[in-house]
């Protein structure tokens, strides 16, 4: 059972562009979404995070978007850079019990120059 | 700052071989992890250790063995390898279990079975 899960799986966009990754999840008790960077040959690399209780976080170019109601989010990546092709993961924890993240399948993203 | 090494960077194996990774972390973290990621699915959580001498297992155990044989180090074990079988092995370390924290990630060892 697939408990967090990504859209679309690869993701091309032009540079300057908005590039949308959406994620969402099944169990109610997540709290806490950190979404994750992978650039070919590296590990994932924590981008930004977000916390059930806001709607909103941004840093810099990247923003996410969460919708508790819907067990949605999202991350808008703004102006987007041919440096920002990458993996990128959604994760989603139940804290106050343990640190053990459940892993979307990923969104593999494309910036064309 | 720190760093997690993991070695080795590339495995090349014969099927039913028992293979050994290991990872090394510099960060004084309590708990460690091995994640198996495939293309398309995603990272699925194998083994981890909440402190030195604690083994847990994660989903996808079956076909491992992992041994913690110090804070700073964490091995794992492919008990049989499978034939075709290409996967990449991340190793991640954290400094809290109970209340969350960032979990950083080696680079990978990529395994390939002949």
């Known amino acids: 059972q697939q408990q967090v899960r990504q859209s679309p799986q690869s993701l091309t966009v032009w540079e300057g562009e908005t590039a949308i990754l959406n994620c969402s999840y099944e169990?109610?008790?997540?709290?806490?979404f950190p979404w994750y960077q992978q650039f070919p040959g590296e590990g994932p690399a924590l981008l930004i995070a977000i916390r059930s209780v806001s709607d909103k976080k941004e840093d810099g170019r990247f923003t996410i978007f969460f919708n508790k109601r819907e067990k949605k989010l999202s991350l808008h990546i703004t102006d987007s850079q041919p440096g920002d092709s990458a993996t990128y993961f959604c994760?989603?924890?139940?804290?106050?019990?343990?640190?053990?993240?459940?892993f979307g399948q990923g969104t593999i993203l494309s910036v064309i120059p | 700052g720190g760093i997690i090494t993991q070695t080795p960077k590339f495995l090349i194996g014969q099927e039913g071989q028992k293979l050994t990774l290991k990872c090394q972390q510099n960060f004084n973290h309590d708990t460690m992890y091995w994640y198996r990621q495939d293309s398309g699915k995603g990272l699925r959580l194998i083994y981890y250790s909440i402190t030195e001498n604690d083994l847990q297992k994660g989903d996808l155990s079956e076909g491992y063995d992992a041994s913690r044989e110090k804070k700073s180090s964490f091995s794992l074990t492919v008990t049989s390898a499978q034939k075709n079988e290409m996967a990449v092995f991340l190793c991640?370390?954290?400094?809290?279990?109970?209340?969350?924290?960032?979990?950083?990630f080696g680079p990978g060892t990529r395994l390939t079975v002949l």
């Open positions: 994760a989603a924890v139940a804290t106050g019990g343990n640190n053990k993240l459940t």
């Open positions: 169990n109610s008790a997540f709290d806490y």
């Open positions: 991640a370390s954290c400094r809290d279990w109970v209340n969350y924290a960032e979990q950083f």
